[in-house]
């Protein structure tokens, strides 16, 4: 029991419930109104929630909306962190991705037209998204690093990120940019996946033996 006589695991519950309320109730306003046009002020109400416990939990407003930075930004480093033994990072990165893809995962851009529209309608939101590209490129770069035993983050690992994660943007982007044009989730797929396969099939003479996982 905590000082204020409540079991952890109960204050842990209800502080995910009330974030998840918040991200709810901030994606339902920005999608109706526009993302610039809705205030923190507003989300909070909408959330039944004091303003204060609405930046506690999302210190910046853009976080209201990409609720799942966390994932997007430390994905492609946990990727390579956890390949098989005898994997590659390329061989990793390249099953992570289609495996999302056929998935349709929201961390590739599948998210629904409305979702993508009120990204493409706010620079803010596409500035944040650039912004956490960049993080999870730095992050995959660490994490390279470190399955090379070349700490600190040194140039070859550098290159290798930005080639790597290159992949994964392109691939984003594009479902991002069917989305908008109104193709499902199964047609999306049917595309990019082909294209995905073939880029990274191309980095396996640089990459291929890249980063390979000791068994």
């Excluded at 407003?61 to 390329?90: M, N, Q, W, Y």
């Excluded at 999870?136 to 930005?162: G, K, M, T």
Aim: charge should be negative; charged fraction near 30%; include cysteine.
């Amino acid at each position: 029991m905590t000082e204020t006589g409540t079991p952890p695991n109960l204050r842990e519950l209800n502080k995910r419930r009330t974030r998840e309320a918040i991200s709810h109730a901030a994606t339902r306003l920005f999608i109706e109104r526009g993302f610039d046009r809705t205030t923190i002020a507003e989300v909070a109400a909408a959330a039944g929630v004091a303003k204060m416990t609405v930046t506690n939990h999302f210190p910046r407003k853009e976080d209201l909306f990409f609720d799942i930075h966390e994932e997007l930004v430390g994905r492609l480093a946990r990727t390579v962190t956890e390949r098989e033994p005898g994997e590659s990072a390329l061989a990793a990165l390249r099953r992570d991705c289609l495996t999302g893809l056929d998935r349709h995962d929201p961390w590739l851009g599948f998210s629904g037209a409305d979702f993508a529209r009120t990204i493409a309608d706010s620079p803010a939101l596409g500035a944040r998204l650039r912004e956490l590209n960049e993080q999870a490129e730095a992050a995959l770069a660490e994490a390279l690093a470190d399955a090379v035993h070349a700490i600190p983050v040194d140039f070859e690992s550098r290159v290798a990120a930005a080639l790597l994660a290159a992949v994964d943007r392109a691939v984003s982007t594009e479902v991002f940019r069917r989305t908008l044009a109104g193709e499902d989730h199964a047609a999306i797929t049917a595309a990019v996946r082909p294209w995905a396969a073939q880029a990274f099939d191309r980095l396996e003479g640089a990459l291929g033996n890249y980063a390979v996982r000791e068994g």
